[in-house]
């Protein structure tokens, strides 16, 4: 069964940090672009962060550019989201996906339609 699982999520206060991490299972993800997406109550799924297969190339929205950092084990089969400086608008439940390399870059990696989903984790910003 190929599978998406996210962790490390949490309640954190303001200006604290978090660090997300997808597993696959089933898969590997060597030849996936690997997106982090978010979605709070009431508004529309956002992109956050994505990493090419290689690792080498990355994006990220503008909302988060400087306090988030995505990376990626491929021998681990792992990719990681590290949430620094995190502000009571970051609060959502945060989901990873993947879609297969050949199928995108990095450039336009919030707008493709993604293969496989992880069932979300939530993070909370909050004194």
């Known amino acids: 069964q190929l599978q998406l699982v996210e962790s490390g999520g949490g309640l954190v206060q303001p200006g604290g940090s978090l660090r997300l991490s997808c597993a696959a299972s089933?898969?590997?993800?060597?030849?996936?672009?690997i997106g982090w997406f978010r979605q709070a109550p009431g508004k529309e799924r956002e992109g956050v962060s994505c990493i090419s297969s290689s690792g080498r190339s990355t994006n990220y929205a503008d909302s988060v550019k400087g306090r988030f950092t995505i990376s990626r084990d491929n021998a681990k089969n792992t990719v990681v989201l590290q949430m620094n400086k995190l502000k009571p608008e970051d609060s959502a439940v945060y989901y990873c996906?993947?879609?297969?390399?050949?199928?995108?870059?990095?450039?336009?990696?919030?707008?493709?339609?993604?293969?496989?989903w992880g069932q979300g984790t939530q993070v909370t910003v909050s004194s």
């Open positions: 089933g898969f590997t993800l060597d030849y996936y672009v």
């Open positions: 996906a993947a879609v297969p390399q050949l199928s995108t870059s990095t450039s336009v990696c919030f707008l493709v339609d993604y293969a496989y």
